[in-house]
């Protein structure tokens, strides 16, 4: 799970301001980048946050009027604010959470490094 072009340039400068050191300096064991995609994802959701770029990652489930069943899948809507929709807006659905974690980073990546480019 990676950042591309504009985006990792401003994600780096994001993540010093905010943590006071640079992705690459993250521990003595390991880099920002070098940690698990798990690990990685919410601190991708607060900077995309902070730039106006949504993830809404939701389960979907199987119920049977009394419960909950068993997990069907997970439903992606990644968004930036200010884009037209007619022709941005995308609902993504994988099985699994890592699969849908991965996507919607790929996801807001894309619309952040078009919002960048204006």
Partial sequence: ?????????????????????????????ATFWELDDNMKFGVFQDYFDSVGVMIDLQPVCDYNKHTYTKLLEFIVHVFGFNI????????????TRPEARTKSVIKADEIRNEQLSK
Avoid at 84 to 95: L, N
Wanted: aromatic share 18%; net charge neutral; charged share 45%.
């Fill in 1 to 29: 799970m990676e950042l591309t072009g504009k985006c990792k340039a401003e994600f780096e400068k994001w993540y010093f301001k905010r943590y006071g050191v640079l992705p690459e300096d993250f521990s003595n064991e």
């Fill in 84 to 95: 037209d929709y007619k022709t941005k807006d995308e609902t993504i659905t994988k099985k």
